[in-house]
């Protein structure tokens, strides 16, 4: 079992750059996949990154991709998420998951955050 903490949420202009940071206790961290979502308020929950277990597979949404970086130490049962040129639709609460498959889909991931608030102003 695995429970993520995200911290690194905060308040950005557009254009700007955020780290948001997921740590996960227990000593299985490397057996997960490790996912981000977000949700903006009013709608619904949606798939951002996702890293294979070994970090060496990394896979985005389309409205990310080039922009966000996934990357993972399981040295130190962290993943990040780098996200660059922020735009004010990034606006929302930022979710880290852990699942057992590289999917999209919520219900796939098991384990979950409390959630980051990222705030983009225009």
């Known amino acids: 079992q695995v429970q993520p903490v995200e911290s690194g949420g905060g308040l950005v202009q557009a254009g700007g750059s955020l780290r948001l940071s997921c740590a996960a206790s227990?000593?299985?961290?490397?057996?997960?996949?490790i996912g981000w979502f977000r949700q903006a308020p009013g709608k619904e929950r949606d798939f951002v990154a996702a890293?294979?277990?070994?970090?060496?597979?990394?896979s985005y949404a389309d409205s990310v991709k080039g922009r966000f970086t996934i990357s993972r130490d399981n040295a130190k049962n962290t993943v990040a998420l780098q996200m660059n040129n922020l735009k004010p639709e990034d606006t929302a609460v930022y979710y880290c998951?852990?699942?057992?498959?590289?999917?999209?889909?919520?219900?796939?991931?098991?384990?979950w955050g409390q959630g980051t608030q990222v705030t983009v102003s225009s």
């Open positions: 227990g000593r299985t961290f490397n057996k997960y996949i």
């Open positions: 998951a852990a699942g057992s498959l590289m999917v999209r889909i919520i219900g796939e991931y098991a384990y």
């Open positions: 890293i294979s277990r070994s970090g060496s597979s990394t």
